[in-house]
């Protein structure tokens, strides 16, 4: 009996972790929460910009959105 609860929590969890990642997330959305954590670290000057995900850039790739089809870059300073 322990078993068979011990191996529905983990299917309810894995199922629970699942939908988020294969949600599509909106580039406002995630920019927003990207946003949030940066702050959150204490760095206050940064720029965050979605662009087209083959766009070529130096800058660091901190996200994709709108379902792989774009790029979030992060730039301090």
Same mark, same amino acid.
């Given at each position: &009996?322990?078993?068979?609860? =011990? ?5 309810? =969890?894995?199922?629970? &972790? ?6 599509? %997330?909106?580039?406002?959305? +995630?920019? &927003? ?5 940066? /702050?959150?670290?204490?760095?206050? #000057?940064? !720029?965050?910009?979605? =662009?087209?995900? #083959?766009?070529?850039?130096? +800058? !660091?790739? =901190? *996200? %994709?959105? #709108? *379902?792989?089809?774009? /790029?979030?870059?992060? /730039?301090? *300073?």
């Amino acid at each position: &009996m322990k078993s068979v609860i =011990v191996t529905a929590t983990i299917a309810i =969890v894995a199922c629970a &972790m699942a939908a988020p990642a294969s949600a599509k %997330t909106t580039c406002e959305e +995630l920019t &927003m929460q990207i946003e949030a954590k940066i /702050k959150a670290k204490g760095v206050k #000057d940064f !720029t965050l910009t979605a =662009v087209a995900k #083959d766009e070529k850039s130096e +800058l !660091t790739v =901190v *996200g %994709t959105c #709108d *379902g792989g089809a774009k /790029k979030i870059l992060y /730039k301090r *300073g």
